[in-house]
């Protein structure tokens, strides 16, 4: 089967790999339609997570179907059309019962090496799937991939986000960085109820992109994005910031707009960035830090039943289709900033 | 100045009465410009409310000028338009801070007698306000009185509802009684993320006027509604029921659609209606049942935040305006179920 | 091997039937040292649960040692001391990673016949477990049989109920009910930060028996509940009362004594008793209705952290310890009211 | 009458000042019997705070008798035993009825100059107490002063930050630094159901006093608190961690305790200090971080409730007795850190 795989720093290929096969009985085989390039992708193609072997298989937001089940698989049959977590956990340890998953200590992610678990990734054609009946939801019926795929990863971290941050209905809120998740967040933010939600970024289609979902959009670069927020909110400043950028200047801004009590949420990935505040600083401001990664075990069953309603429509952030066989130059579009948010369509 | 006053049972009159005064150094004098007529009103207008003495002063949902106001009023000044909570509470006391304004020692309701708390109403020209930097609000720039005066009274009912509900993003609920709080829960349901959100109701024109919110409606003459749910979500049926309408066949209905584990909440005035069940079938089902009182003072700063980002306006639940001149007629026709959300335009 | 079998109603007889083995990768059998014997064991006596056959085994709060898993079991090894859950569920479908176990498709119940599961009960010498490793847990070192056996069951409900109430530090709680889930209430009760505990019953044992976890106790036909606590809270009654008696004069009790805008919690079995209310005076006295089934799978782990810290210590309430042998003069007894809380000491 | 005065930096003085009197019709005067010495005076007393005037009355926790009460007064009349509040907030704006009471636009702080609203301290033989309905709450008959005092201060401080953390019945949580904030964290720990509890500090005292408590107590000096916890813990780490030394040696060690997916709650007093870790490393490690700042108007009514109950005795961390007389010593004394919690007894 063709497989996107690494061969070293920067550089992807897309191979002839052998097929996987069931390996014990709560496993499943997906036979792969779509699979999304993910920002987390970056960190395997510039090797910066450790123990990526040359060949390994990358990818861990894909939908496909059934095609084949272990024994021990109840709750799918071949054929069926699912979409699947980006991780694996085992549902039953104390921690994955208190919705920890990532604690669970059989924790396992598609497509990110060694040091995730061994578990080859899902921009390919076949996937093993292990924990089926836990790791796989159906996509229900009139549902497209696009639609439902982001539930595996980045809208679930979107939605958990906005959940952890405690905001009430009516809250004022404010997204720093308007890349994928930046407008996830934007997207769901009227099912949490957010009343004003403003939207920082520098690029002005992303801005744009954003308006559809009701968000009052700021270019740094025109507006104090401070002053502005203060003027409108009658210097009630925002219950919750997101920094959904992931770099030193996105956090500068979204610690200067909580409200004293408020919170800096943050959703984008950080490396080696310092805060730009002391700790005396948070403190006399009175700002919650509250780091999010994505849990999709605990929210894509809610999210199905909002796309489902009508609710949500994340394949709206699909930015570019390609196939399969473009994956080594899309991997070096992305890292150039010229993709937004791409999806593989797999054996079309 | 002219005030709906009760005579008696069933007899409302407008009448010519003096003018309020202020009395202490924290009450504002507001000139009525907008008033509403309430389910609860009828209470008054039934008599089924002890102490209502003839000539009283109805009416609890209103907007305004403020005209004066008590040395001790710091949060407005004279022309500053605005908007009252039905009720008056200290603010101060343990069940104040505690959020549980109905338990205040000095709990005061404009326009019901007596019994609570000796205070006259808001259909009239003019009308005292105690504690008016609690009991007003500010209406925001640019919005209407219609748009802002339910936070007083049942759009925060229906927002109470929904908070102490517990539901969650995604969650599918029902309503059963599109009347004006019916319709408000409908309204408010996305806010609080609502997937799936059904409507019961016998009144064509009731149903087809929540649609707009992306209610499904069902009227039970034609359907069954627990056969229906049970279908459309697969067996799961309800997490959270609203019964809106308070009578037993509602109850009725509200109690076969949950899902175990699952709630009812109670928002209809209820009197003497016995439950549809028994406590062994409700705790066998694992039912909860929450019953809800209205509580504008913990939810209006959060309504009027929602109002000013266009997220709800309940003005569009207003069926009839009527000058004040035309209250005996309005009250006898809301008896007999011909209006719907009538409010009084006074001073036009 | 021994087990305590039904044969018919208020038949109960202990057999030699076949040792239970492994039927799928997911199991362990449990060598049985310690089973309880709990109040819903009696529907079974009575045979009030449908499709009980004739040699069934009864029972489902047990510990032991595993003496055999299948290989799918990666938690256990033979030779470890463990306690089960009361249930089984997969912990992988959507109720249960909503942590609402009792919806799961593959719900089992042990010892409860074939309208629970099909599931073997553990009053026996050995038991076969399903989905061993979410349905046991290991017993901490130096803890006993007797301090963990009730993580399984009714310490479960009782802790799912303080949970459910709502109450927060400081509140002011009532019991209704004194048998082993209200004494485990009161035991638990200051975990949850309970200021005042009122307990209520008419056995002077039983009231002895909670003074030592610092409760005021309450025999009804000595002094009125409701008259005394108004007294003692200065009018402000009880945030959240628990009715642990299961019948309609407890729960007359238990009506009477919440706060405004407080709480019921059902933990006692009920079946047809009816409420001692109308619908319309729970919607003015504002009363939450929580019936509360019990959840060991969300809570034991939690339990287990607090006995292993010397916070609970849940052998307390254990009053007959008895062989198996003994077990059907014990039902008889238990159905007198002449036990309060036995355990069976299995194979000793 | 006899006050606490700060002349200058490091200069307290007891001077013979003017008796305060009514301004409004909401005051009250008390005539203060019991004042405590508190941690953030020392930020008066080194004028790092701006806009102290020579001659200040410095002093925000305090109890006393009320002597006089405005016209307004309702809740409290002369010779009624009270205990205030260290601040002052209106109860009725957005922000107060929000419950974030820092946030009122009249917040004012006793004893702390002009840049906290100019409001006289309480370390005096009187002081005039603002919105005293809300600033002041009575002292339940039998109860102490000194079993009351803080509930005006550090015991709500302890009390806020154990609800703000975010901790479930059960979890296990570590206390970074054991002085009077400390202290009390550790003693109200059991009322938030916490498991283990450990205490970090290095003076043996500190130690040997959070014992009774039911702390495991550590002194990194002799044990590495990451090490030990983590062996005692199976690895699970900590829920949440405490830091209430505020130093960067203390967060130090207190962002090396907690779990993935953790808190951190800074509740020592923090200026210029750094944090110990990038954005970066707490992203990866899932860190929360919780500042807060004490909310006596939102819990000293809960404390009150649990003091009452014998849950808590706060009056357990008093060290020192001294007539106020002896200010000008013991601010010297404390600013060595030779006294822990003292309290001034006025007028005996």
Redesign the interface.
Known sequence: MLAVTSQGPELISVEDVPKPGLE???DAIVRITTSALCGTDMHVYHHKIPNVPAGWIVGHEFCGVVEDIGD?V??FKPGDRVVSSMYVA?????A?????H??CK?FQMFGMGAAFGNLPGGQAEYVRVP?A??TL?AIPQDLSDESTIFTGDILATA?TAL?QSGI?????IAIVGAGPVGELLAMCA????A??VYVIDIVPERLESVKKF?ATTIDPREQDPRKLIKEQTGGLMCDAVFEAAGNEPA?KTAFSLP???GAVV?VG???????PL???D????????????GAP??HR???L??I????IDAAQIITDRIPLSGAAEAYAAFDRKELQKAIFEVGS
Chains 1, 2, 3, 4 share one sequence.
């Open positions: 014990v009985n709560t021990a109840t709750g085992c549902g039953r340890c104390p994955c019962v208190a919705g920890d990532r604690r059989d924990l009946d836990m939801r939605f959940r009430v209905e009516g809250d004022t009227p099912i949490f109820g009343g004003q009701g956090m409200r004293p009590n943050l990935m950080l490396v080696n960035e310092h805060f002391t700790a005396g948070l403190w006399l401001r009175n700002t919650k830090v509250i780091p999010v990664l075990y605990s069953d809610e999210l039943k909002l489902a309603a009508g609710k």
